[in-house]
């Protein structure tokens, strides 16, 4: 299997900051990487597909780039509602998950 | 609009099988496919198996002995049975549409599945 490490798993930022998250493959995944926003007591809502895709309805101050086995979600602008722990997602192969970084406003 | 919701016992016995129905609308199984993924309370995310439009299966090889994934078309219905519970199994239970080149996109509620006698 795939390992997904993300790193931090705690992050703290002010409002306004510009925010990123990290997600490390342990082997090359061509790019297949979402990346999922998880709210408490929700389930999870896919923000970013395949590296860089931006899903439908989820705000332009979410990005992602990476190759590789290194990946990066960016918030450009932190917002109170991003507060939230953020997974990312392999899918070269089985489908696995990064233990996510939780967000939280500083 | 697309939806998926889970059903199932909350309280499980150790040993015992776990059964779960996830029931769409919104989307035909024969056209999309869809996995079950489960979060074990404060915990991260672990990708359990899917069922393909085809109707074929995979699934998480370290789980596979005990799962197994159906659907039943005509009720819109994908379920998941998997036996000899232990409380490590313990966790909020997804089911989620699982489209070819994305991520999964539209996740039902959950469903608490807890392993106590």
């Known amino acids: 299997d795939i390992q997904m490490t993300q790193s931090p798993s705690l992050l703290s930022a002010s409002v306004g900051d510009r925010v990123t998250l990290s997600c490390k493959a342990s082997?090359?995944?061509?790019?297949?990487l979402n990346w999922y926003q998880q709210k408490l007591g929700e389930a999870p809502k896919l923000l970013i597909y395949y590296t860089n895709s931006l899903q439908t309805g989820i705000p332009s101050r979410f990005s992602g780039s990476g190759s590789g086995t290194d990946y990066t979600l960016t918030i450009s602008s932190l917002q109170p509602e991003d507060v939230a722990t953020y997974f990312c997602?392999?899918?070269?192969?089985?489908?696995?998950f990064g233990g996510g970084t939780k967000l939280e406003l500083k | 609009q697309v939806q998926l919701k889970e059903s199932g016992p909350g309280l499980v016995q150790p040993s015992q099988t776990l059964s779960l129905t996830c029931t769409v609308s919104g989307l035909s199984l024969t056209s999309n496919s869809v996995s079950w993924i489960r979060q074990p309370p404060g915990k991260g995310l672990e990708w359990m198996g899917v069922?393909?439009?085809?109707?074929?299966?995979d699934y998480n090889s370290a789980i596979k002995s005990r799962l197994s994934i159906s659907r039943d078309t005509s009720k819109s219905q994908v379920f998941l049975k998997m036996n000899s519970l232990q409380t490590e199994d313990t966790a909020m239970y997804f089911c989620?549409?699982?489209?070819?080149?994305?991520?999964?996109?539209?996740w039902g509620q959950g469903v608490m599945v807890t392993v106590s006698s």
């Open positions: 069922i393909w439009s085809n109707g074929g299966t």
């Open positions: 997602q392999q899918y070269n192969s089985w489908p696995t």
């Open positions: 082997q090359n995944i061509y790019k297949y």
């Open positions: 989620a549409r699982n489209p070819t080149g994305s991520g999964f996109d539209y």
